[in-house]
């Protein structure tokens, strides 16, 4: 009898997802099997419209709400400004009003490109944002429009995701590995790569432990771009035979972007790692353990 109770219990949990052909959330949808689990792509809940994100809480009635929609094509953003920030902000609005009106909790994932880069010690959440491109900038927008309307939510800021699905880094270096002998990266950036996996899994462990706020969370320890595909290309090496034969270091200025990105953008976990008691997991375990996904028919 005991065990059924239970069992309704978690039945009764019900988290939409937005944004479900994402990285992210084709993670969570995988870990969330103790809940009941509604995870809507664009086309079936449009987060810029009003009307669609109403009827959407109308038909689902979910009891919390993971925001991974997002507008995250960073180069992009900078001539499609406009479409960036209805996403970005616009989107998390609609969805932080309705989970008010619904007195449901919000959870919603930030950048670490909130922030200029000019700092050489890791981001507080107390720093101030200083956005130097428009993905940074209507991200942060975002976040100011859930705090505004949603008294209920968690923000957290990440950093340099990959994963197994989806367009990611490590997807992108591995190609370029069996296609080319050299390739250049960038090895003045400094960041901290985030495994999508364990996002996924301590948005869901954040579900029983709410501490409303905006929070930092990525890998454990900082690395350059150059840093991070050498890694990819010796943890792949031993799955598959690659083409590429050397990794050259480069600068920013010699790797020209449409949109500029943070020197340093490395964030201070610890407050996160306080509240909820969560440690973060090195990204090169997490780096390890998606090449062999990958590499595994």
């Known amino acids: 009898m005991l065990f059924i109770l239970y069992k309704v219990k978690l039945l009764m949990t019900k988290i939409l997802i937005t944004g479900s052909q994402g990285q992210l959330a084709y993670e969570l949808v995988q870990l969330a099997n103790q809940h009941q689990v509604i995870a809507l792509t664009h086309q079936q809940l449009d987060i810029i419209n009003q009307t669609a994100v109403q009827q959407a809480f109308d038909i689902y009635q979910p009891n919390i709400v993971i925001n991974t929609a997002a507008y995250t094509q960073v180069d992009l953003a900078e001539q499609n400004s406009e479409q960036a920030y209805a996403v970005n902000c616009t989107g998390a609005k609609n969805l932080a009003i309705a989970c008010a009106e619904t007195h449901i909790p919000l959870l919603h994932l930030s950048t670490?490109?909130?922030f200029n880069g000019t700092k050489n010690s890791p981001y507080q959440e107390t720093d101030p944002v200083s956005p130097i491109n428009t993905y940074g900038l209507t991200k942060w927008q975002g976040e100011e429009a859930i705090r505004t309307h949603c008294s209920q939510h968690i923000i957290l800021r990440v950093s340099s995701v990959?994963?197994?699905?989806?367009q990611n880094?490590?997807?992108t270096i591995l190609r370029l590995a069996q296609e080319k002998e050299t390739l250049r990266i960038v090895a003045d950036q400094i960041m901290c790569p985030t495994p999508a996996y364990a996002i996924a899994e301590t948005l869901l462990k954040t579900i029983n432990k709410p501490q409303w706020g905006t929070y930092h969370y990525c890998g454990s320890e900082p690395a350059t771009w150059y840093d991070f595909a050498n890694l990819i290309v010796q943890f792949a090496k031993e799955h598959t035979?690659?083409?590429?034969?050397?990794i050259e270091p480069i600068t920013a200025a010699d790797f020209p972007t449409a949109a500029k990105r943070p020197a340093y953008s490395v964030l201070d976990c610890s407050q996160f790692e306080k509240n909820f008691n969560i440690k973060?997991?090195?990204?090169?375990t997490g780096l390890?353990?998606?090449i062999t996904a990958l590499s595994t028919p």
């Open 288 to 290: 390890k353990n998606v």
């Open 241 to 246: 035979q690659l083409r590429v034969k050397q």
């Open 162 to 166: 990959f994963g197994r699905h989806g």
């Open 112 to 114: 670490d490109y909130v």
């Open 169 to 171: 880094f490590v997807k």
């Open 280 to 284: 973060r997991p090195h990204w090169q």
